[in-house]
Each structure stands twice: as structure tokens, then as C-alpha cells.
């Protein structure tokens, strides 16, 4: 699949503010955080500015942005209808415990629960988003077991990082329960990614140019001409290609800043402001990359009437 920009930052983004969200209504029922207004301020800022962006960044790759509405209206059968009206109902508690820590000093209690209730609908977005994916039986790489799994550990991985990164910045303490937390999450991710690029790259085609053509009772299908005499929107978005030694590099790089450095940070200790900084900066790196590749690496089955022999 071709991996459009705004795509990338729509999954990228969003997920990592998904996650934020999700940590700082978990949190003050597991540390003592103090109410302080410029941090909530700062860390919802930062969480929705996050949400907001990856779902305008989407739009863009719309060929009429304007009737994005509408794609709401098929939430009975469709993953991406369910994502969006999941993504605007998750403002509402959302924004009421965000309301409620900056500007009446709560987030336990009530507010905590409503809280709760935004981080559990939060995830159900993500898993919305990823099942956008995960459900396409057209493309094998991602209709498969390890995109919604992948998809929720890379949420909360990086919604982490951004959270100890911003309470080690306003001097919070987590003790070592949060950074542990956020390296299990590490861990996680980067078991899930290795399960998910081995899948992907041993799991037996399930389409052939000679299945797709019904012509494999007469032996090898291979292709003449091509359908057009130039691109067209198919090859474009469907028929992208990347070299296998490109992906592997590009596999290390998402593996070492994604979810190494990261990991080598969080054992190093002891926990700073400058660490966290690096930590997300290097994250930031990785998940961009590990975004790109997996759109990249997506074969559509359709791409078997262009010269693809196997999907």
C-alpha cells in the first residue's frame, strides 16, 4: 500500500494521544499526583492537540474531506463509522475530566470515574482504528491476529512516554512502578511487532496470480502487458513496492528507536527530565517508521493482476 503522510500521522498521532489520555485517568489512582493546574493544562493540551490533529490529518486523504460526516452514518458495518462516532463520543468523558482537573482541582472520585470511563472508550477507538485494517481480508498483512494487539500496546507504549516524560518535568512522582509499567508496555510492543513482521513475512499466500486469474489449471500465470498504458489510482494507492533490504533496514531502525533506546533509558536511571525527552524523541522516530512500514509492506490482492505472482 502506498503510505500516505496524512495516514501515518493520523495513526501516529491519535494513538499516542489515545494514550495519554488513557494514562492520566489510570494514574492518580496509582500514584498520589497532586492536582496541578499547569500540568493538566499542558498534559490534556498536548493529549488532544495530539487526537485532534491525527483526525484532521485523516481527512486529508479523502477525495472530499467535506463528506467525512457521512461516513459516520454506517457504524452498523463499518469499522471506520465506528471509529468515528467512537472517536466523538470519547470527547465527552474525556473533556469532563479534563475540565474537571484543571479547572476544579479533581481527578478522583467522580471526576476520576468519568475518567475512567474516557480512557476506557479511548482504547475502544484505537481498537476501532486498527480493525479499519485488520478487518480488509484483501490485504493479508494486516488481517491478521497481531494489527488490533499491536495497535492498542503502541497506543498506551507512547502514551506512557509522554507521561513520564511530562510528571518527570513538573517533578511528579511515579516511583518505579511507572517506569516499570511503561517498560513491560515496551517489552510488549516489541514482542508484538517481531510476532507480527515474522507473520507476515512466513505466512503462506492466500491468492496466486493463477487462483486470482483461474487459470492455474493451465500452469504459471504471468503477465504480458499491463492493463493501462500508465499509472492509474490502483497502482498508485494498492500497487506500491518496497525492496526486502530496504524493509529490513527500515525494520532495525523502528526496532533500535522505537522500542531499544527506550527501553535502555528506562533501565539506565535515574529518571530526568532530559531522559524522558530523549526517550519520546527517539520513540517519536520509531513509531513514525514502524507507521510507514506497515502500510508499506501491504499487499493488495488486487495487485495480482499487475504482475504480483503471490499475496
Not at 492520566?24 to 493538566?40: C, D, H, N, R, T
Not at 465506528?82 to 465527552?92: C, L, M, P, S
Request: hydrophobic share 50%; with cysteine.
Amino acid at each position: 500500500m502506498h503510505p500516505a503522510k496524512s495516514v501515518i500521522g493520523f495513526t501516529t498521532a491519535s494513538g499516542a494521544g489515545y494514550g495519554l489520555l488513557a494514562w492520566l485517568a489510570i494514574a492518580p489512582y496509582l500514584w498520589p499526583m497532586a492536582v496541578e493546574q499547569s500540568f493538566g493544562l499542558v498534559a490534556f493540551g498536548i493529549a488532544f492537540a495530539l487526537v485532534v490533529g491525527g483526525l484532521l490529518s485523516s481527512t486529508f486523504h479523502l477525495g472530499h474531506p467535506e463528506r467525512a460526516w457521512r461516513a459516520m452514518s454506517q457504524w452498523r458495518s463499518s469499522w471506520l463509522s465506528r471509529e468515528g462516532v467512537a472517536a466523538i463520543v470519547t470527547f465527552i468523558p474525556t473533556g469532563l475530566y479534563a475540565i474537571s482537573w484543571v479547572f476544579m482541582g479533581e481527578n478522583t472520585g467522580n471526576a476520576g470515574i468519568i475518567g475512567l470511563v474516557g480512557a476506557a472508550m479511548s482504547l475502544i477507538t484505537v481498537y476501532c482504528t486498527s480493525m479499519i485494517y485488520g478487518s480488509l481480508k484483501t490485504i493479508p498483512a494486516w488481517h491478521n491476529a497481531a494489527t488490533a494487539p499491536a495497535y492498542l500496546v503502541l497506543s498506551l507504549m507512547t502514551g506512557g512516554l509522554l507521561f513520564l516524560m511530562l510528571t518527570r518535568l513538573w517533578g511528579y512522582d511515579v516511583g518505579a512502578t511507572g517506569s516499570e509499567t511503561v517498560l513491560l508496555l515496551l517489552l510488549a510492543g516489541l514482542l508484538t511487532k517481531v510476532f507480527y513482521w515474522h507473520k507476515i513475512k512466513t505466512q503462506k499466500p492466500v491468492s496466486t496470480a493463477e487462483s486470482a486469474t483461474g487459470l492455474g489449471a493451465f500452469g504459471k500465470v504471468s503477465l504480458l502487458e499491463s492493463p493501462h498504458t500508465s499509472d492509474n489510482y490502483l497502482l498508485k494507492e494498492m500497487g506500491f513496492r518496497i525492496a526486502r533490504k530496504h524493509a529490513s533496514k527500515l525494520r532495525i531502525i523502528s526496532a533500535i528507536t522505537l522500542f531499544l533506546l527506550p527501553i535502555i533509558i528506562l533501565m539506565m536511571g535515574p529518571a530526568t527530565s532530559l531522559s524522558g525527552i530523549v526517550a519520546v524523541s527517539s520513540a517519536t522516530v520509531g513509531i513514525i517508521t514502524e507507521r510507514w512500514l506497515f502500510f508499506a509492506e501491504a499487499k493488495h490482492v488486487v495487485t495480482l493482476y499487475y504482475g504480483e505472482s503471490k499475496v
